[in-house]
């Protein structure tokens, strides 16, 4: 009996010895998480109250008469400069699409004060536009951060009014996804409305202007989600540049043209939409099996592009063919010239209206891709 006593009291004092052990290694000092928390936080909250004083809902109107606007975006200002009056004039950055149609700005801020503003102008480079007023209010200028200090995975933060006024100036936050040349993808909530608002660091520097978001509505399409795109902070600087008239070197040649490429045209057609398609299958087949795709992927990709555009197409056909021209049948690649801006260079060279564009200086002309590298 006393054996048997002995076993459970040493079996007892294991199990004790055991969760002491257990708990000792689990402690943690939760000051020190706290500290670092808190340090963050107010970090985060600091840039947004900067933001803040900084970004605007940019108000379009497509009449000087109208008195709502038809559509809005947002802008933040990037520089300012004291008048002899004491006013200040603010020049604020935002998206060419924001700015490029309309007769009519004004620029809503967070204290709800509305101010007239006037397009100073947008590049053909970049969406990028400007938007120039006067206040005698003290508004904060964003800095612009150096181009090396993006980082993937950094966190950042971006401002804007989504969808109406009563959201002016929504504040949300996430990381650097990728960098590109020209955008810096993010996962900081954007929606319509957002676009030309600022996407800035921890810092509060500027690292792009919002532009847009990658989205699908169409069914049997796979959903996207926290894909948002921002013109990086060296492009939004030189299309200033261009703006202001400093980097004549970036301008776009100018062709007062519109064009449309002749293939989408007569894949349209109505009376040749199916054998068109049945040409575009081999070349399409070919070139996936070409990228290591199996030949069954690529061809069952093409049934359903095929298939997609079909169900659609005389919606298309009614679109594409509301142009009124006649393209020969013989015609089947180039650029169709669907409008050609008065006293431009094209129109003072004798470019009309359902001339088409095949070759180029001996560069032969396929596509919209071809045509626009030619220039």
Same mark, same amino acid.
């Given at each position: 009996?006393k054996?048997i006593?002995?076993?459970?009291i040493?079996i007892?004092?294991?199990?004790?010895?055991?969760?002491?052990?257990?708990k000792?290694?689990?402690s943690?000092?939760?000051?020190?998480?706290?500290?670092?928390?808190?340090d963050?936080?107010?970090?985060m909250c600091?840039?947004?109250?900067f933001?803040?004083?900084a970004t605007?809902?940019?108000?379009?109107?497509?009449s000087a008469?109208?008195?709502?606007?038809?559509?809005?975006?947002?802008? /933040?200002v990037?520089?300012?400069? !004291? #008048?002899?009056? %004491? =006013?200040?004039?603010?020049?604020l950055?935002? +998206?060419?699409?924001? &700015?490029?149609?309309?007769?009519?700005?004004?620029?809503y801020?967070n204290?709800?004060?509305?101010?007239?503003?006037?397009r100073?102008?947008?590049?053909?480079?970049?969406?990028?536009g400007?938007?120039?007023?006067?206040?005698?209010?003290?508004?904060?200028v964003?800095?612009?951060?150096?181009?090396?200090t993006?980082k993937?995975?950094?966190?950042?933060?971006?401002?804007?009014?989504?969808?109406y006024?009563q959201y002016?100036?929504?504040?949300?936050?996430?990381?650097?996804?990728?960098i590109?040349?020209?955008? /810096?993808?993010?996962?900081?909530? !954007? #929606?319509?409305? %957002? =676009?030309?608002?600022?996407?800035?660091?921890? +810092?509060?520097?500027? &690292?792009?202007?919002?532009?847009?978001?990658?989205?699908t509505?169409?069914?049997?399409?796979?959903?996207?989600?926290?894909?948002?795109m921002?013109?990086?902070?060296?492009?939004?600087?030189?299309?200033i540049?261009e703006?202001?008239g400093?980097?004549?070197?970036?301008?776009?040649?100018?062709?007062?043209?519109?064009?449309?490429?002749?293939?989408?045209?007569?894949?349209?057609?109505?009376?040749?939409?199916?054998?068109?398609w049945e040409?575009?299958?081999?070349?399409?087949?070919s070139?996936?099996?070409?990228?290591?795709?199996?030949?069954?992927?690529?061809?069952?990709?093409?049934?359903?592009?095929?298939?997609s555009?079909?169900?659609?197409?005389?919606?298309?056909?009614?679109?594409?063919?509301?142009?009124?021209v006649y393209i020969?049948?013989?015609?089947?690649?180039?650029?169709?010239?669907?409008?050609?801006?008065?006293?431009s260079?094209?129109?003072?060279?004798?470019?009309?209206?359902g001339?088409?564009v095949?070759?180029i200086n001996d560069?032969?002309?396929?596509?919209?891709?071809d045509?626009?590298?030619?220039?």
């Amino acid at each position: 009996m006393k054996k048997i006593m002995f076993i459970v009291i040493t079996i007892c004092m294991a199990i004790s010895l055991v969760g002491c052990n257990k708990k000792k290694t689990t402690s943690v000092p939760r000051n020190t998480v706290d500290i670092l928390e808190s340090d963050l936080e107010t970090q985060m909250c600091n840039v947004a109250e900067f933001l803040d004083d900084a970004t605007f809902c940019v108000l379009n109107y497509s009449s000087a008469e109208n008195e709502e606007a038809s559509s809005l975006g947002s802008g /933040v200002v990037y520089k300012r400069e !004291i #008048n002899d009056n %004491n =006013s200040y004039t603010y020049y604020l950055v935002t +998206n060419r699409h924001v &700015i490029e149609s309309g007769e009519k700005f004004k620029v809503y801020s967070n204290d709800e004060s509305t101010t007239t503003a006037n397009r100073l102008g947008y590049s053909e480079t970049y969406d990028i536009g400007v938007l120039t007023f006067t206040s005698y209010t003290k508004y904060n200028v964003v800095p612009f951060a150096e181009e090396e200090t993006i980082k993937k995975g950094a966190m950042c933060f971006a401002m804007g009014t989504p969808l109406y006024l009563q959201y002016v100036n929504t504040f949300t936050k996430g990381n650097v996804s990728n960098i590109s040349s020209d955008v /810096v993808q993010h996962t900081a909530d !954007i #929606n319509a409305g %957002n =676009s030309g608002g600022p996407l800035v660091n921890l +810092n509060g520097e500027l &690292i792009g202007i919002n532009t847009s978001k990658l989205s699908t509505q169409q069914e049997g399409k796979p959903d996207i989600d926290g894909m948002y795109m921002a013109v990086k902070v060296d492009k939004v600087e030189k299309a200033i540049d261009e703006i202001e008239g400093k980097n004549k070197a970036i301008l776009s040649p100018i062709l007062g043209l519109t064009v449309t490429d002749v293939r989408t045209i007569k894949t349209y057609d109505y009376d040749t939409f199916d054998d068109l398609w049945e040409e575009l299958k081999d070349e399409y087949v070919s070139s996936l099996v070409a990228r290591g795709f199996s030949l069954e992927f690529a061809t069952e990709s093409f049934n359903d592009n095929y298939a997609s555009e079909r169900s659609g197409y005389l919606e298309s056909y009614n679109k594409y063919h509301a142009y009124n021209v006649y393209i020969d049948s013989s015609i089947t690649k180039g650029m169709l010239i669907r409008n050609v801006v008065l006293n431009s260079p094209s129109d003072t060279a004798g470019v009309e209206i359902g001339d088409v564009v095949t070759k180029i200086n001996d560069i032969e002309i396929t596509n919209q891709t071809d045509f626009s590298l030619e220039f």
